[in-house]
């Protein structure tokens, strides 16, 4: 059983849609995750980033991390084109931040 | 602020032959981490460098290396090359006091023949 799976994807969602992007982890000493974005051919960009369990708000994103049922959740409102990439969950028990381990990435399409 | 540069961003290598690949993080970070991304596997983690010393491994056989200078700047260097070592290749640098926040670079695709 891999770490942390995601659905891959695609999700193909119109202009305006709530968008919820959902992974599960298997190991209990992680302790911080994060969302990352990564558009076609560039580096992923950290999106949110929450420790334990608990809700983030930033702008039109959300995370969820819900540690009883070990599942991490990204919820994005009013969904726009600019919000068409690929979104990957992380997660570690390394206090630094540093070691990542990613969810394979679900693919994201929003059309106008 | 200059983000975190790779070089180079393409390469074609055969079977056998060995790669280095070059990570300038972002100035004042001491951190350097890299990653293997493939569509198979996704990103996995390979090594974390943090003031020229590995803190972190991931789980990759020992033709995988890297090395931290101390400028910060870093190479990865995969010797004997195998078909299956064809990916995109991220550094990514963060700041010693880290809330988790990465900085990517665009990556080194390198494709084994």
């Known amino acids: 059983q891999k770490e942390v799976e995601q659905d891959p994807g695609p999700l193909s969602v119109p202009e305006g849609a709530i968008v919820s992007l959902n992974c599960t982890y298997s190991?209990?000493?992680?302790?911080?995750f994060m969302w990352y974005r990564q558009y076609s051919r560039k580096g992923p960009e950290l999106l949110m980033y929450t420790y334990s369990s608990g809700n983030k708000e930033d702008g039109r994103f959300t995370a969820q991390v819900d540690k009883s049922s070990k599942y991490i959740s990204l919820f994005i409102r009013d969904s726009q084109p600019s919000d068409s990439a690929t979104y990957l969950c992380?997660?570690?028990?390394?206090?630094?931040?540093?070691?990542?381990?990613f969810g394979k990435g679900t693919t994201l399409s929003v059309s106008s | 602020k200059a983000g975190v540069t790779q070089t180079p961003r393409y390469l074609i290598k055969t079977r056998g032959q060995q790669v280095t690949l070059s990570c300038s993080p972002i100035?004042?970070?001491?951190?350097v981490s890299w990653y293997q991304q493939t569509p198979g596997q996704g990103l996995q983690f390979l090594f974390e460098?943090?003031?020229?010393?590995?803190?972190n491994k991931g789980n990759f056989p020992g033709r995988f290396s890297g090395r931290q200078f101390s400028n910060s700047r870093s190479e990865m260097n995969v010797s004997t090359l195998e078909l299956g070592d064809s990916a995109l290749y991220l550094c990514a640098s963060s700041p010693a006091t880290s809330s988790g926040e990465l900085f990517f670079g665009e990556g080194s695709r390198l494709t084994v023949l």
């Open positions: 100035s004042g970070h001491r951190s």
């Open positions: 190991n209990s000493a992680f302790q911080y």
């Open positions: 460098y943090f003031s020229e010393t590995q803190r």
């Open positions: 992380a997660t570690t028990a390394n206090q630094a931040g540093t070691a990542l381990i």
